[in-house]
């Protein structure tokens, strides 16, 4: 059984960058697609990017395209998400997922994954 572990999250000034990790405390990740997602409060689940297995294929959201990047070293079991240039509406509790690899590439769609990790906070504010 895989279980997501997610850190990283923080307090971080408008502008700012943070470095989101998720990891595999149980299993591996390399046979997976990984996604991560967001949740502010009072909205709904949001499909931030996601990266394949292989890592050759990534699907950033157009909300944080050029902004966000996905990578993953399956020899250190870990997906990272980089966040840079940071704004207030990024404020939110991120997740990671894991599910079924049924594309050759990937898609940010909660209804793709089936493991899911407990979430880090992100807040943006000055």
């Known amino acids: 059984q895989l279980l997501l572990v997610e850190s990283g999250g923080g307090l971080v000034q408008p502008g700012g960058s943070l470095t989101l990790s998720c990891t595999a405390s149980e299993g591996s990740l390399e046979n997976y697609p990984i996604a991560w997602f967001r949740q502010a409060p009072g909205k709904g689940r949001e499909g931030v990017t996601c990266?394949?297995?292989?890592?050759?294929?990534?699907n950033p959201a157009d909300s944080v395209k050029g902004r966000f990047t996905i990578s993953r070293d399956n020899a250190k079991n870990t997906v990272w998400l980089q966040m840079d240039s940071l704004k207030a509406e990024d404020t939110a509790t991120y997740y990671c997922a894991a599910g079924p690899a049924v594309l050759p590439g990937c898609l940010p769609l909660t209804t793709l994954y089936n493991i899911w990790g407990q979430g880090t906070q992100v807040t943006v504010s000055s």
């Open positions: 990266i394949n297995r292989s890592g050759g294929s990534t």
